[in-house]
């Protein structure tokens, strides 16, 4: 039974780990096509993508391996997913406004 939670929080930490790295390749490729084009609906788009994976996975996967290892106390777990929670966000929120800028 230890083996399969083990497997599982393997699995979960590739998982978001994949996630931010893919995040971070997508937010990349919109900010050379805002550079390629000049156009502020991509600007707008890079920063959201880069606020809804990378800044967001990177924040709560820090925060836990913290959390986790006793670095920071447990009363900052809530604080923590609070500034998560805010990426993800102000990521969704640039990602919208890309989609109804018109330039």
Same mark, same amino acid.
Not at 50 to 62: Q, S
């Given at each position: 039974? #230890?083996? @399969?939670?083990? !497997?599982?929080?393997? %699995? @979960? +930490?590739? *998982?978001?780990?994949?996630?931010? /790295? %893919?995040?971070?390749? /997508? $937010?990349?490729?919109?900010?050379? $096509?805002?550079?390629? &084009?000049?156009?502020?609906?991509?600007?707008? %788009?890079?920063?959201?993508? =880069?606020? !809804? +994976?990378? #800044?967001?996975?990177?924040?709560? =996967? /820090?925060?836990?391996?913290? *959390?986790?290892?006793?670095? !920071?106390?447990?009363?900052?777990?809530?604080?923590? +997913? *609070? /500034? +998560?929670?805010?990426?993800?966000?102000?990521?969704? %929120?640039?990602?919208?406004?890309? !989609? &109804?800028?018109?330039?």
């Amino acid at each position: 039974m #230890v083996a @399969i939670e083990t !497997l599982m929080n393997w %699995l @979960i +930490t590739a *998982l978001a780990f994949g996630s931010t /790295v %893919l995040g971070g390749y /997508v $937010g990349y490729q919109a900010y050379r $096509g805002y550079r390629r &084009h000049n156009s502020r609906a991509m600007q707008y %788009l890079s920063v959201g993508l =880069f606020c !809804l +994976t990378a #800044v967001a996975f990177v924040v709560a =996967f /820090v925060g836990s391996v913290f *959390l986790r290892q006793g670095l !920071l106390p447990s009363q900052f777990q809530q604080p923590l +997913t *609070l /500034v +998560t929670r805010a990426f993800q966000f102000v990521g969704v %929120l640039f990602i919208a406004y890309s !989609l &109804h800028y018109r330039e």
